[in-house]
């Protein structure tokens, strides 16, 4: 390890919190460590030992991670020795950056930013533009499975209980749905708002269908997620889900709320989209899903097209061409095209 560069990445997030940000900082960490040290932390100070050999930080979340952000900045103040890279999530693309003064200070402070789906850098102000990079999060493959159940359709919901992942909207649409009995719909994510939690534990036993299973180990999900016929994604923002790419990549279709960060990763032309907080939408997708013998390999057939972008290689590249660029003082250059790209 001795003469490789050391990286910081800050993440809001450690492995207790079982969610994207910790799971996009292990990653990540995991993609440069071939060339690099690399270690993980939540808050960054430059009086602790191990800070004085970070040579370049990578901080995800412009809110969270702000007070590491301006420390970084204080402590090495020209940009060239001591690069830093700014990873931004949903909420700080989607809202944070808007009318939070922290998230805003991250954004003129960092040298690079990376947004995690293709639509992303639509959002930012004009004169940050420049300095964003985009960078699709990836999984490894799974086979779709075969196996799936002929009697009955299996939706599944992947999200900690939060106003973000709206899971209000999937709960109306299966009020709208009680008629139909060859209809199964799981949900699995953490509590993190006490009312929701007494909200998904009603829906849980006024219809039997439903099951909220809580948190669950991911490679659990990802068996669920490989195992039902679609992921139903109804967010009211997003970065870039995690849980949508491990869908794609099992070749499990989609049922997503039209979001930028949702179309960032699906594509524009994608045939499984609703309306943010569209419950009636969402059960008519839902329905044709069940009883259109079309819908389903339609669906299967474009996230099939999406997958490659999503392979940990791209990825791998993807970060390591930035890193690179900026400890040698260069422009990182840009990815190369893909269909779908909007640039």
């Given at each position: 390890?001795?003469?490789?560069?050391?990286?910081?990445?800050?993440?809001?997030?450690?492995?207790?919190?079982?969610?994207?940000?910790?799971?996009?900082?292990?990653?990540?960490?995991?993609?440069?460590?071939?060339?690099?040290?690399?270690?993980?932390?939540?808050?960054?100070?430059?009086?602790?030992?191990?800070?004085?050999?970070?040579?370049?930080?990578?901080?995800?979340?412009?809110?969270?991670?702000?007070?590491?952000?301006?420390?970084?900045?204080?402590?090495?103040?020209?940009?060239?020795?001591?690069?830093?890279?700014?990873?931004?999530?949903?909420?700080?693309?989607?809202?944070?950056?808007?009318?939070?003064?922290?998230?805003?200070?991250?954004?003129?402070?960092?040298?690079?930013?990376?947004?995690?789906?293709?639509?992303?850098?639509?959002?930012?102000?004009?004169?940050?533009?420049?300095?964003?990079?985009?960078?699709?999060?990836?999984?490894?493959?799974?086979?779709?499975?075969?196996?799936?159940?002929?009697?009955?359709?299996?939706?599944?919901?992947v999200g900690h209980l939060r106003p973000e992942k709206d899971p209000g909207t999937a709960w109306r649409a299966l009020e709208l749905l009680r008629h139909r009995t060859d209809l199964r719909f799981d949900h699995v994510g953490e509590a993190l708002d006490p009312a929701l939690r007494r909200a998904a534990c009603a829906q849980a036993a006024a219809w039997p269908a439903?099951?909220?299973?809580?948190?669950r180990a991911h490679g659990d999900v990802r068996r669920r997620i490989q195992a039902a016929h679609v992921l139903v994604h109804p967010s009211v923002m997003e970065g870039g889900a995690q849980v949508v790419i491990e869908a794609i990549r099992s070749g499990t279709p989609v049922l997503a709320s039209r979001v930028d960060g949702n179309v960032g990763l699906l594509g524009a032309d994608y045939g499984g989209y609703f309306d943010v907080g569209d419950p009636a939408a969402l059960a008519a997708l839902l329905q044709r899903a069940r009883d259109d013998p079309a819908m389903l390999p339609a669906l299967s057939r474009q996230v099939a097209r999406r997958a490659p972008l999503f392979a940990p290689r791209a990825e791998a590249a993807a970060l390591r061409r930035i890193v690179r660029a900026l400890l040698t003082h260069r422009r990182p250059a840009a990815a190369p095209a893909h269909p779908g790209d909007p640039r």
């Open positions: 390890m001795q003469g490789k560069v050391q990286i910081v990445i800050v993440t809001p997030a450690l492995a207790d919190a079982n969610n994207g940000n910790w799971r996009t900082a292990r990653r990540w960490a995991g993609m440069l460590a071939p060339a690099y040290r690399v270690r993980v932390v939540r808050h960054w100070h430059a009086a602790e030992p191990a800070a004085a050999a970070d040579r370049l930080m990578i901080a995800l979340h412009a809110r969270r991670s702000a007070p590491s952000v301006a420390a970084w900045r204080e402590a090495r103040p020209d940009a060239a020795p001591a690069p830093l890279v700014l990873a931004l999530t949903g909420t700080d693309l989607y809202r944070d950056i808007d009318v939070d003064a922290d998230a805003q200070r991250s954004l003129t402070l960092a040298d690079r930013l990376i947004v995690l789906n293709e639509l992303g850098p639509q959002r930012l102000p004009p004169e940050v533009r420049r300095r964003c990079d985009v960078v699709l999060q990836s999984c490894t493959a799974r086979r779709p499975r075969r196996d799936k159940p002929r009697r009955f359709l299996r939706a599944l919901m439903y099951r909220w299973l809580g948190g």
